[in-house]
Structure formats: C-alpha cells, structure tokens
C-alpha cells in the first residue's frame, strides 16, 4: 500500500505469519495501488459463496418471521400492520431469495442448467441495484435492530453480487 503525504510516498507492508503463506497484508488481500485510489479486490468465488451463505441464512431468517418464532415487526422497516400482511410480504421474501439463491448457484455452476450466463449475469446486476435500494431503505428504517443489522448485510449483498457480476 502506497500513502502519500506532502510529496513523499512510503510503502506499508504489514508482516504475517509465514503459515498463511502470504508475506504481506497486501498480497494477501491482492491490494494495488491506482494513483490517488486503492484497489482491492474481492475474488470472484469468495463473494459467490458470500451470496450463497448469506441468502441461505436470510431465507432461513424469513421462514422464522413466517413462523413467528421471530416477531415480524422487526422486518419490512417496522411497518408490517398485521399477521396477513406478513404473511404475504414473507412468502414474496422467501421466494425472491430462493431465486436469488439458485441464479447465484446456476452462475457458479453448482446446478447445471442450459441457462446462458448473460442470463445469469444480467439477474446479479439486478441483485446488485436490489440490494443498493434495500440497503438505503434499510438507512430509513423505522426499527433500529433492522437498521443496525441489516444495513450493512445487504450492503455486502450489494458488493458481492456486483462481483460476482463483474467478469
């Protein structure tokens, strides 16, 4: 990593243990300095599997609000009126995810399906705008639990489906 300051550059490596098998923090996280700006990148396989683990574990958490273990005042910003409402807003949720889910796993080619990868593609740059406006939305939230947790996740979403988009 390169940082300037007042016309002098200076690298900073940080030391790892020699077990991880990288010898700086910028090899193992593949960090190149562009000018004024820092690339970092995520690979590709790393934000798949992202994408599967936390849409699994999100589907998981809509089956809990469906069968109120988990209250559903704490989803959709905190403006759910009723018990029928989230039904229908949760049963929408778990089948959105579960689509998701298996086009993240139809472009990785965990599930082999005669479907193109333009296809495929074009339903992650779609995620990738979904989970930007979910993210914002979460930013409004009336439920500060939603706000906290959920912010940030579908943040992440965003980045890996941008990712896992790009080539």
Request: charged share 10%; aromatic share 8%.
């Amino acid at each position: 990593m390169v940082a300037t300051h007042q016309n002098h550059h200076y690298l900073i490596q940080h030391k790892l243990p020699n077990s991880c098998g990288y010898e700086t923090l910028e090899e193992t996280l593949d960090i190149k300095p562009q000018g004024a700006k820092l690339e970092i990148s995520i690979p590709k396989e790393f934000a798949i599997n992202g994408l599967l683990v936390i849409l699994s574990i999100v589907v998981i958490f809509h089956l809990l609000v469906l069968t109120s273990i988990i209250p559903y005042q704490i989803v959709w910003g905190g403006r759910l009126q009723d018990a029928s409402q989230m039904m229908m807003f949760e049963t929408v949720s778990i089948a959105l995810n579960l689509f998701m889910l298996a086009a993240v796993a139809v472009h990785a080619r965990h599930i082999k399906i005669s479907i193109s990868p333009v296809v495929t593609t074009v339903i992650l740059w779609i995620m990738f705008v979904l989970f930007l406006i979910n993210t914002v939305g979460n930013l409004f939230s009336n439920n500060q639990l939603e706000k906290i947790i959920f912010t940030p996740l579908t943040f992440l979403l965003a980045v890996f489906s941008l990712r896992a988009a790009l080539k």
